[in-house]
């Protein structure tokens, strides 16, 4: 029987046809033994010509209603419709037929019964067929899974799923009890507490959610509850692309993190996002990182005129580039894309971009982020993160941009590390600059980790886990913030736009998340469960190697109580200690000669001096080993520190 799958699909439904002009008419004939009782030729000769227009109705009623153009395989309850429709026209014609001929007197009761046979021949046909076909798709390879959800979106993702052969759904979960105990698709809907016992019995190996509709405090509370069942759980796309057909295996993905935060998005203020942007000449540095690029999207769906691109790395720039550029074409935005290869510390050349395109709005992402590099490379990290900061703010305020907004993280916020502390010596001299002129509003937005950009740990931990462990783990009691590249970037924009003048916007990062219990989780949602102690039959260890050089073990977003609101719900404006520009000029010029020397001591002290929170949390006998570097060079020029 397998050689009918791989019929064109025209032969198909001439078969189908033909085998409903064969046993319409032997269900005419039954109906008419059922009648009268008795097998007598006499009888059936008198119903000979009826017998005979039976396909000759029925075949052409159901290729005119499409009965022939259902797909097999995918039919599901809606047929019975279509099925009925079909049968009463074709019953009726022959009556009809019998009735305006006078061959005989017709029966009522043998088209009665013709009307009911009818009916559960071609209805019972089809769907035993569809059975078949999905048994024969079925094969050692396919995973057996349970759908949790019994909604519109499962019942469309278990048809969607026959055709696919990779999956075979074996039961549904629903929390509602209305529906336990029913079918769905052939396919019985239990309780939420029966997934254990189902698991067992039904070998299944993974759960699919099928419930694109719920909040996300909603579905974490479901993951948190499947996760004691360490059974692996995927999510489905959307309920669009299960009703429309578009459902791919590839669709169907992994749990991530964010899915874990139970954390839903607040609706962004249209206001906010399109002020500094719309219509407006803007400016990315750092275009091609994930928080960069994430902002150049988000930018370009408002519709700027220019969107000028600055990257030090070609091919994060080219591939940005690409990507807006097809973007662009996709969705018809009339807007400029101005790619610049270029680092901030190039005065001249910032100062050219500038005053050629007008800017109007910077957005300043370009920084080193990755604390135990730059804690190794403190010269590098100073000379990129504070003073490629003055000379992007001078030639801001040269050119008078309308508004600039840094990038700025919560490492910030009493930093241990050198990082932190040039983010926040950053901060300060952008509030420096915005008190001595008006034409450049700075402000800074200042958050936590988010997810999936090149310094998160949680593409890491996934990588361990592919590769069968161990998770490398700095410190069990380690916590830190999360938040989505996309929210993160759509937060930034509304902040951008509330800046007065030397602001430092906080952005809220939810409840600090334990990364141990991040990771655990990570492996619980594969269905795998984690090597200690208390079950050492399980198959990913987690190695606890150290806190790195400066790491903190808990991150904060404000350095004092100062805060206060602002019209979004998670935006905050924290006042916090400035440094006047005349005394942060001096110091500025100290540092810029301590980096050209290579003096690791004087460099210490004076981020110490002029960070006042900033406790090194390494020894300066850590990083003392570039001091090998240390050789007469001609110092950065001063010139632009005044």
């Not at 000759?56 to 309850?77: E, H, K, N, S, T």
């Not at 993905?253 to 139970?262: F, H, P, Q």
């Not at 006042?575 to 050209?596: F, N, T």
């Amino acid at each position: 029987m397998e050689f009918l799958l791989v019929l064109p699909r025209f032969k198909k439904q001439l078969i189908t046809a033909m085998v409903d002009a064969i046993c319409l008419p032997i269900t005419f004939i039954l109906a008419i033994w059922l009648r009268y009782d008795t097998f007598n030729l006499a009888l059936f000769s008198q119903y000979f010509w009826l017998i005979i227009a039976v396909p000759l109705v029925a075949v052409p009623i159901f290729i005119r209603i499409g009965l022939y153009r259902a797909v097999i395989r995918y039919i599901d309850q809606k047929i019975i419709g279509v099925v009925f429709i079909g049968v009463t026209l074709s019953v009726l014609g022959l009556a009809f037929i019998g009735i305006m001929t006078h061959i005989i007197a017709p029966s009522r009761a043998v088209f009665g019964i013709y009307w009911a046979g009818a009916l559960l021949y071609v209805g019972a046909s089809r769907f035993l067929a569809r059975a078949y076909l999905v048994g024969v798709d079925r094969n050692e390879d396919t995973v057996k899974i349970a759908i949790y959800g019994a909604g519109s979106a499962g019942a469309h993702l278990a048809t969607a799923l026959r055709s696919s052969g990779a999956y075979t759904c074996v039961a549904f979960i629903d929390d509602n009890k209305s529906l336990h105990g029913s079918l769905i698709a052939g396919i019985a809907v239990s309780s939420p507490d029966k997934l254990a016992e189902l698991i067992t019995r039904l070998n299944i190996k993974e759960v699919l959610l099928a419930m694109p509709t719920i909040s996300k405090a909603r579905q974490k509370q479901v993951l948190d509850h499947l996760e004691a069942y360490k059974i692996r759980i995927k999510v489905t796309p959307s309920i669009k692309s299960l009703v429309n057909g578009e459902l791919r295996v590839q669709d169907i993905r992994d749990v991530e993190i964010e899915d874990l935060l139970g954390r839903d998005t607040v609706e962004p203020d249209a206001r906010l996002l399109a002020a500094c942007i719309t219509g407006k000449n803007v400016m990315v540095t750092g275009a091609g990182g994930s928080i960069g690029s994430e902002l150049c999207r988000q930018i370009l769906a408002q519709r700027p005129a220019q969107l000028v691109l600055l990257e030090m790395s070609e091919f994060a720039l080219y591939a940005i580039e690409q990507e807006l550029s097809a973007l662009r074409q996709t969705t018809q935005i009339k807007c400029e894309i101005i790619p610049f290869l270029g680092n901030i510390h190039d005065a001249a050349k910032l100062d050219k971009i500038f005053r050629a395109y007008d800017i109007n709005t910077l957005y300043h992402t370009a920084a080193y982020k990755h604390v135990p590099l730059v804690e190794h490379n403190p010269i590098e990290g100073i000379r990129n993160n504070v003073f490629g900061t003055l000379r992007l703010a001078q030639a801001a305020m040269a050119a008078q941009v309308n508004h600039f907004v840094l990038i700025s993280t919560d490492k910030a916020v009493r930093p241990t590390n050198v990082m932190g502390a040039t983010k926040r010596l950053a901060e300060l001299i952008l509030q420096a600059c915005a008190r001595r002129q008006s034409a450049t509003r700075f402000c800074m937005v200042r958050f936590g980790n988010v997810l999936g950009s090149s310094g998160s740990v949680v593409p890491l931990f996934r990588k361990q886990i592919m590769q069968g462990g161990p998770i490398t783990l700095t410190h069990p009691e380690i916590t830190r913030y999360f938040m989505t590249i996309p929210e993160a970037a759509q937060l930034v924009l509304q902040a951008g736009a509330m800046g007065e003048g030397g602001d430092v916007f906080v952005l809220d990062m939810g409840e600090p998340v334990r990364i141990i219990d991040l990771a655990r989780r990570m492996v619980h949602l594969c269905g795998l469960e984690v090597k200690s102690e208390t079950t050492p039959e399980g198959s990913i260890e987690i190695n606890h190697v150290g806190l790195r050089p400066g790491e903190k073990l808990y991150e904060e977003l404000l350095i004092g109580d100062n805060v206060e609101g602002t019209s979004h719900p998670l935006i905050m404006r924290a006042q916090e200690s400035e440094i006047p520009w005349d005394l942060l000029q001096l110091s500025l010029q100290q540092l810029d000669a301590a980096c050209a020397a290579f003096d690791h001591q004087q460099v210490r002290a004076l981020l110490q001096q002029l960070v006042l929170e900033y406790e090194p949390q390494c020894g300066i006998e850590d990083f003392i080993w570039q001091a090998k570097l240390a050789a007469p060079e001609a110092p950065l020029s001063n010139t632009v520190l005044h």
